[in-house]
């Protein structure tokens, strides 16, 4: 059997209703996905390349410390360190664009790009000759050199391949009155410091690390073993030097630094120093570069207690005239400008509002353009019903007023329908309600006049 009610029109609306929450259930996973996607965009561990090297130093160890200690916590931003050969490629691969990082010392060639994130360490320069008589069988002449104006004419042996330590030590020369040229300077490898200690043709030593540095304090102790108690030179003229050459400093060695018994030095020297830092690209994102600082200076302690050298961590100088300024990142984080989650995507959140804003007006426009057949039958109803009222008032038979309740009757359904789909509002509704109680009173008025006519007939036909 086929229902009855179950006519075309109705089974059209009941077709679009599905279509149309079909719509609905689509345009709400999409959203949902753009807004998934956008949080994990937004909240998604950044990784930051970093170049360091040699594989197996200080600086190696400090940073892949730094990149486990990042991980395991879940740290928003996770280092990826990429071991080089030395400083010098690290260099090449921070201006190659190949790492976003890169450890380096302040006073190499740096790219113009190059910007401070955070200071691992200060190197300073330390000078010494041995104080003792050559080694026996040696034919050489005790050399006393007690400051710097006694090395013309005498070699120095230098700690450490990289040409920086010879310009620097060049430059010091040259600064204290002393000509660069008239003292020999030889290279030796880290690996070759008794070797150094041993060479009686070298009248004094260099070397740049860390206070403390394991290969400082073992340079003087293998000097002092094999030539004597070492005499430490002071450089005196460590405040010119920084103050024409900004990227270095002006320091003290403290006494007794690499030894109590014998004390060495005696007393305080005076030096030069220059920082190892972290450096990134101006471009890199401050976001991204602020995190990393703070996730740094954060875990500070925690990386010293497994690694001492982390202690030496410091902040770099923040000051816009400084020699290698401060990432803007960086030093947003530490001045305190660091920007909260607000401020920093607000232009991103009214963005959204303003597209989940028009999104909303599209679907409201949708929504009419979809369901405009139903309004337009809508109001073909409500004015057939206005029609009906009219016809009511002059029906002749009561059939015809119930085919009329009958056509009024499934307006009345069509009109349900419609409100249930939403097609048409509350107000609506009324207007058609009133129609109908018109319409009654018009089909009641009219079966009352056709009853009296009716029964007026009966006594005519009697008496014909």
Not at 203 to 227: C, E, H
Request: charged share 25%; with cysteine.
């Amino acid at each position: 059997m086929t229902d009855h009610n179950d006519n075309p029109a109705r089974s059209r609306r009941r077709r679009k209703r599905k279509s149309y929450a079909l719509l609905i259930l689509a345009a709400g996973l999409l959203a949902f996905g753009v807004a998934a996607g956008t949080l994990y965009y937004v909240l998604r561990p950044t990784t930051l390349r970093i170049a360091v090297g040699p594989a197996g130093s200080d600086d190696q160890k400090l940073v892949q410390l730094m990149a486990q200690t990042f991980t395991r916590e879940g740290s928003s931003v996770r280092l990826a360190p990429i071991t080089t050969e030395g400083t010098a490629e690290s260099i090449a691969l921070f201006t190659d664009g190949k790492a976003d990082l890169a450890v380096a010392r302040g006073d190499l060639n740096l790219p113009a790009n190059a910007e401070s994130v955070a200071i691992l360490r200060k190197n300073v320069v330390v000078l010494w000759a041995p104080s003792g008589p050559p080694a026996r069988g040696s034919k050489k002449q005790p050399t006393k050199i007690k400051s710097l104006d006694d090395l013309a004419g005498h070699r120095v042996g230098v700690i450490g391949r990289t040409q920086a330590n010879v310009t620097l030590l060049r430059g010091i020369l040259k600064e204290s009155g002393i000509n660069p040229d008239k003292v020999t300077i030889s290279q030796f490898a880290t690996n070759q410091i008794g070797e150094m200690a041993k060479d009686q043709s070298v009248d004094a030593f260099m070397a740049v690390g860390p206070l403390k540095s394991k290969i400082t304090v073992d340079a003087i102790a293998a000097t002092a073993a094999a030539r004597g108690e070492p005499k430490f030179l002071p450089i005196d003229v460590a405040d010119a030097i920084a103050k024409k050459n900004p990227i270095y400093e002006s320091e003290e060695i403290p006494a007794s630094i690499f030894g109590s018994s014998p004390q060495r030095p005696e007393d305080k020297v005076d030096t030069v120093a220059v920082n190892h830092l972290i450096i990134a690209p101006k471009s890199l994102s401050d976001t991204a570069v602020a995190t990393f600082a703070r996730q740094l200076f954060t875990n500070r302690q925690q990386l010293a207690r497994e690694l001492p050298t982390a202690s030496q961590i410091e902040k770099p100088d923040t000051e816009k005239d400084a020699a290698l300024p401060a990432h803007a990142g960086a030093a947003a984080y530490i001045d305190g400008n660091e920007r909260t989650f607000l401020e920093k995507y607000t232009d991103y959140i009214w963005f959204a509002v303003l597209i989940l804003s028009g999104l909303g007006s599209a679907g409201a426009w949708f929504k009419h353009y979809w369901n405009r057949d139903e309004h337009e039958q809508y109001i073909a109803h409500r004015d057939h019903l206005l029609e009906l009222i009219s016809r009511a008032r002059k029906a002749e038979t009561p059939e015809e007023l119930a085919e009329m309740q009958a056509a009024a009757d499934g307006m009345l359904r069509e009109a349900l329908d419609c409100y249930d789909d939403g097609t048409v509002e509350e107000g609506d509704l009324s207007v058609i309600a009133l129609a109908l109680e018109q319409f009654h009173h018009a089909v009641a008025d009219r079966r009352a006049v056709l009853a009296g006519a009716a029964a007026a007939d009966v006594p005519r036909m009697r008496a014909g």
